[in-house]
Nanobody, 116 residues
């Protein structure tokens, strides 16, 4: 079965850093990415990476602070988060998409809390 397992969340002070990891199993994917959801808000796209070429995209609010990367040998995607802000506080979800499809597979989420 397809599984996406996130890790690396936690509590950090504003200005600090965290690195999230998402290990995929069961198959490989065309794209993998990260979404986040704060209480009472819609889930929003954060970043994504095209697996083969390594091309990455970011939502404007995290550009210059977050970096997505992947390790093909480990079938794992990472999200390096620097200069964290309280507004980054959310549950972060790993997601994956097959070729020609929308993001379909989701991890359980990992909590990121940034204190001021």
């Amino acid at each position: 079965q397809v599984q996406l397992v996130e890790s690396g969340g936690g509590l950090v002070q504003a200005g600090g850093s965290l690195r999230l990891s998402c290990a995929a199993s069961g198959r490989t994917f065309s794209r993998m990415g990260w979404f986040r959801q704060a209480p009472g808000q819609e889930r929003e796209y954060v970043s994504g990476i095209w697996w083969s070429a390594g091309f990455a995209s970011y939502t404007d609010s995290v550009k210059g602070r977050f970096t997505i990367s992947r390790d093909s040998a480990k079938n794992t995607v990472y999200l390096q988060m620097n200069s964290l802000k309280p507004d980054d506080t959310a549950v972060y979800y790993c997601a994956a998409a097959a070729r020609g499809a929308d993001y379909q597979y989701w991890g359980q989420g990992t909590q990121v809390t940034v204190s001021s």
